[in-house]
């Protein structure tokens, strides 16, 4: 796969991500986050069992002791990231929460500085600035600091190095669709345990929200996530953190669509500074970027 077709699956995953917030976000009303993310990974880990069986077939390859400590990164950021950000838009506003969340576009390439030896280019500083700045005029600027956006903020670094575990674990297993199915297990698992022991469980609210779970767990969880796990193995870890700051004009669209918000001037500058920042990634030739 070429790193433009990657990068075009991440583009199309940043698509179903965006329009998963109006999932997120009206399923709150009724249902608690922890069922909320137990039920959606369960469904999650059912779809994409298929495909992880299939390519233990094709590529018998063990996943070796080596193996474990990335799996263990990568599903404990994925687990914190999710817990964590969901957690928060239930106590914060939702504009305060898409600006917020973009901060991993910032994060990213400092982490995987830190954890792959990347080295940093001057477009990695480029295009994260353009991207923030405009999730900051799609936002209309945060409306005020409390909880639940320290919340958003933190599952922000959970994703910066979710993304960088992820781009390790493809890479080093070669089953990118073993990688996603062990995070689901894993983190449905926490989720329904935890859901468990401190939630009272709900089935009016399972059975009112059930469009919503249904549509995060199957396709932004069963689809997005696996497109994610096939893209990253053929491209870096900071270009995916950029190409991601779409979902945030994706969201607004399909609330736009769907909740009948309103786009003003200042949001669609904002979108259009986060698309000149994935066409600078997609676009401009990455210098090496690998440790010598």
């Not at 400590?69 to 404990?76: C, K, Q």
């Amino acid at each position: 796969m070429s790193r433009t077709t990657a990068n075009l699956l991440l583009l199309l995953t940043a698509a179903i991500w965006g329009a998963a917030f109006v999932a997120q976000s009206t399923a709150m009303a009724l249902l608690s986050p922890l069922w909320f993310v137990a039920l959606r990974f369960i469904l999650t880990a059912i779809v994409s069992a298929p495909l992880a069986f299939i390519e233990a077939r094709r590529r018998p390859r063990p996943i070796g002791w080596g193996d474990l400590g990335v799996m263990a990164g990568l599903t404990a950021s994925f687990v914190a990231g999710v817990i964590v950000q969901q957690q928060g838009i239930l106590k914060t506003t939702v504009t305060n929460a898409g600006f917020l969340t973009s901060l991993y576009v910032l994060f990213t390439p400092f982490v995987a500085l830190v954890m792959l030896g990347h080295r940093l280019a001057s477009r990695d500083f480029l295009t994260a600035g353009l991207a923030l700045v405009g999730a900051w005029l799609m936002s209309g600027g945060l409306s005020g600091i409390g909880v639940g956006d320290a919340y958003i903020a933190a599952s922000a670094l959970f994703w910066a190095m979710q993304l960088v575990f992820m781009e390790k674990a493809v890479k080093q297993t070669g089953r990118p669709f073993f990688v996603v199915f062990a995070q689901y297990v894993f983190t449905a698992t926490i989720g329904l345990a935890i859901a468990l022991a401190v939630d009272p469980i709900d089935w009016a609210a399972i059975r009112a929200t059930w469009p919503e779970v249904v549509y995060a767990g199957v396709f932004s969880g069963g689809v997005g996530y696996t497109l994610q796990a096939v893209a990253q193995k053929h491209t870096r870890s900071s270009d995916a953190a950029i190409i991601f700051a779409m979902e945030a004009p994706f969201a607004m669209l399909a609330g736009a669509l769907l909740l009948h918000e309103r786009i003003g001037l200042v949001g669609a500058i904002g979108a259009a500074l986060i698309f000149v920042a994935v066409l600078i990634v997609s676009l401009m030739p990455a210098r090496k970027t690998e440790p010598a």
